[in-house]
């Protein structure tokens, strides 16, 4: 099935860095969503987005959905040994016919001590 | 306010051999789909169930079945299981339909030999 275009893949970073992944897509998405995925666990939703042009925070998270809708971002900043994990985007076209969510392959985020 | 509820989460299967996962919605919501994921293809939605009707589907084989009660719980199915089954199963709930955000469940790791 369709995926969307994740990068990057993975990231090193030192902590303390800020840190920035995005999403782009051919089609247009209504609805973007950034979750993040620990080891043996479900992804947990980190921030929800449901209008072009849309920027919204949570806590250090930051994620903005792209004004085309075919794009979003997703920026932490000042990075804490926790936010180690998988960072996932994913979309959702308009209803009638939509085929769920739309992920991306993850954003592998490591901290580097 | 409980989550997403996902049982069992593993299980041992043979080739051959079928299964039914189930997964309790978080309440109040009325909405709930499922996902497979693996190393290989990332995160793939399966199906998604709204009002107890199967609203969108993916593509997967008629082997992977699911429905919804009344209650909103669901479960889904999977027939005839072969190797490349073998996965993390997540469902996710949504408070109804379209686009609202979807918050998963820990999933069911299913092993098939």
């Not at chain 1, 609805?31 to 949570?58: C, F, H, M, R």
């Not at chain 1, 085309?68 to 971002?73: A, L, M, P, Y």
């Not at chain 2, 399966?46 to 009002?51: D, G, I, R």
Request: aromatic content about 10%; overall charge positive; some cysteine.
């Amino acid at each position: 099935g369709q995926q969307l275009n994740q990068s990057p893949q993975s990231m090193f970073i030192q902590e303390g860095e800020d840190v920035s992944m995005n999403c782009t897509s051919s089609s247009i998405f209504n609805t973007w969503l950034w979750y993040k995925q620990d080891p043996g666990e479900g992804p947990v939703l980190l921030i929800a987005l449901y209008k072009a042009g849309e920027l919204t925070s949570n806590g250090r998270l930051t994620a903005q959905f792209g004004i085309t809708r075919k794009d979003s971002f997703l920026n932490i900043s000042a990075s804490i040994p926790s936010d180690v994990g998988i960072y996932f985007c994913a979309g959702r076209k308009s209803g009638g016919g939509a085929d769920g969510l739309t992920f991306g392959k993850g954003t592998h985020l490591i901290i580097q001590p | 306010k409980a989550g997403v509820t996902q049982t069992p989460r593993y299980l041992i299967k043979t080739r051959g051999q079928q299964v039914t996962l189930s997964c309790s919605p978080i309440s109040g919501h009325r909405s709930v789909s499922w996902y497979q994921q693996t190393p290989g293809q990332g995160l793939q939605f399966l199906f998604e169930y709204f009002s107890e009707t199967q609203r969108n589907k993916g593509n997967f084989p008629g082997r992977f079945s699911g429905r919804q009660f009344s209650n909103s719980r669901s479960e889904m199915n999977v027939s005839t299981l072969e190797l490349g089954d073998s996965a993390l199963y997540l469902c996710a709930s949504s408070l109804r339909l379209p686009g609202q955000a979807a918050f998963f469940g820990q999933g069911t790791r299913l092993t098939v030999v």
